[in-house]
């Protein structure tokens, strides 16, 4: 066992998308097609959503939608530090500085309640994030901008990390206006690179068609795509707006129609390795554990984000290293953002955000994806053990 390499994340890769990626190699479409259109349709049907829009990564797809929207210069989006960079990258590509509130004592999800404070004549939107496959409370959003009589405020839930997940016995998809999905390599359901748009309200905001409207501004702005403008005789589009180029080829579709398939098997696998760890820390009073499921809200097990009771950042990072000396790879979910260079140039400051340096400081993320055995499971397990009461025993 000690030289037994477990990695952090590897795709679940079958012959069932080989396959079907040689089969879209042969047809003579690779970019945006037949095959995207598939994804995007099966997408929405998964998510119990009206439309589903493919594109090229999560990130792509935060943007997208907050152009399409008009969304930036003077306005507001309000957001949360603990996440990704992507989640306020974009804010910034749009002209806009992120207006960040802090997570809930002991959670790593925004503090609804400080929405309804940090809530401005120019707020635009509220990007909330869900975490290592557990959503937001949705309802308790919408609940704030009523209250603050704002429900002009456009609702987008970066749900990078919650493909799969259930709100309230539903898939989540369709709760806020936006939700905007990633299928990087390291995701549950994975084209390579990639993510997706789902939503109900095709006419949102007055659109006539935004779905058409999404799907062009992917494409810089031009009015047909590929597979259109390559039919004889049909040259001629136009160009409607200073659009993107971030729509997802029909490679990257074929990887995830085919995981789509499989992909609530996967999701038992992953569910019974995260009752591995809960099982394995559940007595230890050093170790709180993350949200699995309550009241018809279920994680998509998409990461296992432990936290050790009385660690400080140090031993977080002792403990770290430990693992990876027994060729165990662990990994931190999240360094807050105002923690980086970035952020700290453009004036924040991570004493501001109490509660997300709090979470950060001591939270481990362990190898939790479906091609991991259950007993690899219970050896990370049995060494996370062992390394945190040796660090404890030392102090």
Same mark, same amino acid.
């Given at each position: ?6 990695? !952090?994340?590897?795709? =679940?890769?079958? #012959? ?16 945006? *097609?037949?095959?995207?259109? /598939? ?35 003077? +306005? ?5 530090? &603990? ?32 929405? &309804?404070?940090?809530?401005?004549? $120019?707020?635009? %939107? ?5 975490? %290592? ?5 949705? =309802? ?20 990078? +990390?919650? !493909? ?5 016995? $539903? ?5 806020? =206006? @936006? +939700? ?15 993510? *997706? ?6 006419? !949102? ?26 039919k004889a005789g049909a040259w001629q589009y136009d160009i409607l707006t200073d659009g993107f180029k971030c729509n997802m080829t029909d490679i990257m579709a074929a990887i995830g129609l085919a995981q789509l398939e499989r992909y609530d098997e996967m999701l038992k696998i992953r569910e019974v390795i995260f009752d591995v760890y809960n099982n394995a820390f559940k #007595? ?6 993350? !949200?699995?499921?309550? *009241? ?5 097990? +998409? ?18 290293? %430990?693992?990876? #000396? /027994? #060729? ?8 807050p953002l105002p923690m980086f260079t970035l952020y700290k140039n453009l004036g924040y400051k991570i004493e501001d955000y109490p509660n997300a340096f709090n979470q950060y400081a001591n939270e481990v993320s362990l190898p939790i994806y479906s091609k991991l055995s259950l007993e690899d499971a219970a050896y990370v397990a049995e060494e996370i053990v062992k390394t945190?009461?040796?660090? @404890?025993?030392?102090?």
């Amino acid at each position: 066992m000690a030289n037994k390499k477990i990695p !952090f994340s590897p795709p =679940d890769i079958t #012959d069932a998308e080989v396959n079907l990626v040689i089969d879209t190699l042969k047809s003579g479409w690779i970019t945006s *097609g037949p095959k995207t259109a /598939k994804f995007e349709e099966e997408m929405a049907k998964y998510c119990e959503t009206n439309k589903g829009v493919a594109i090229a990564s999560a990130t792509a797809g935060m943007e997208l939608v907050l152009k399409v929207l008009g969304i930036e210069g003077d +306005h507001e989006v309000i957001t949360t530090p &603990y996440t990704y960079t992507s989640t306020s990258n974009v804010i910034l590509h749009r002209g806009m500085r992120p207006k960040f509130v802090d997570v809930k004592k002991d959670s790593f999800l925004i503090d609804e309640q400080k929405i &309804y404070d940090a809530i401005t004549p $120019k707020t635009k %939107a509220i990007m909330t994030v869900d975490f %290592a496959g557990v959503p937001v409370d949705y =309802d308790k959003v919408r609940e704030v901008i009523k209250a603050k009589n704002r429900e002009d405020i456009v609702l987008i839930s970066d749900s990078a +990390h919650s !493909f799969g997940a259930k709100y309230k016995g $539903k898939r989540v998809g369709g709760q806020m =206006d @936006f +939700h905007v999905f990633s299928f990087h390599a390291v995701k549950n359901l994975t084209t390579a690179e990639g993510g *997706g748009i789902t939503y109900n309200n095709n006419n !949102f905001a007055g659109k006539e068609d935004l779905y058409k409207e999404l799907k062009y501004t992917s494409l810089n702005g031009q009015t047909k795509d590929a597979l259109s403008k390559m039919k004889a005789g049909a040259w001629q589009y136009d160009i409607l707006t200073d659009g993107f180029k971030c729509n997802m080829t029909d490679i990257m579709a074929a990887i995830g129609l085919a995981q789509l398939e499989r992909y609530d098997e996967m999701l038992k696998i992953r569910e019974v390795i995260f009752d591995v760890y809960n099982n394995a820390f559940k #007595d230890k009073d050093w170790a709180i554990l993350p !949200f699995k499921k309550e *009241g018809g809200t279920e994680s998509c097990y +998409h990461i296992y984000p432990l936290r050790i009771k009385g660690f400080t950042l140090e031993q977080r990072n002792e403990l770290i290293q %430990a693992m990876a #000396d /027994k #060729d165990i790879a662990t990994n931190v979910h999240f360094i807050p953002l105002p923690m980086f260079t970035l952020y700290k140039n453009l004036g924040y400051k991570i004493e501001d955000y109490p509660n997300a340096f709090n979470q950060y400081a001591n939270e481990v993320s362990l190898p939790i994806y479906s091609k991991l055995s259950l007993e690899d499971a219970a050896y990370v397990a049995e060494e996370i053990v062992k390394t945190v009461e040796k660090i @404890f025993a030392a102090k």
